[in-house]
Nanobody
Framework: QVQLVESGGGLVQAGGSLRLSCVAS????????MGWFRQAPGNERESVAT????????SYADSVKGRFTVSRDNTKNTAYLQMNNLKPEDTAVYYC??????WGQGTQVTVSS
């Protein structure tokens, strides 16, 4: 059974940091790109960061470049999103994605000003 479980969300003050984790129980996970998306109330879900299957290539939304870092450990079937210098506009539910097909349940990130 396919399962993606995110963790690491929470409440943090502006300028703070959080690290999200996503453990993926997907057969062949090492062959798929993974990504992080977010959705704020009233907004569409947007891509935040993506990482290639082997982890050698990454991409970021302009709004998070220089502040967020995506990584993965294929030995643990886990992807990470390190979020630094958080801003109130980063407040959203963050979702892990595999191959633009499988989704996690989301983890709430709230940044207070």
């Amino acid at each position: 059974q396919v399962q993606l479980v995110e963790s690491g969300g929470g409440l943090v003050q502006a300028g703070g940091s959080l690290r999200l984790s996503c453990v993926a129980s997907v057969r062949g996970i090492r062959t798929y790109a993974m990504g992080w998306f977010r959705q704020a109330p009233g907004n569409e879900r947007e891509s935040v960061a993506t990482i290639s299957a082997a982890g050698g290539a990454t991409s970021y939304a302009d709004s998070v470049k220089g502040r967020f870092t995506v990584s993965r450990d294929n030995t643990k079937n886990t992807a990470y999103l390190q979020m630094n210098n958080l801003k109130p506009e980063d407040t959203a539910v963050y979702y892990c994605n595999v191959a633009l097909y499988y989704w996690g349940q989301g983890t709430q990130v709230t940044v207070s000003s």
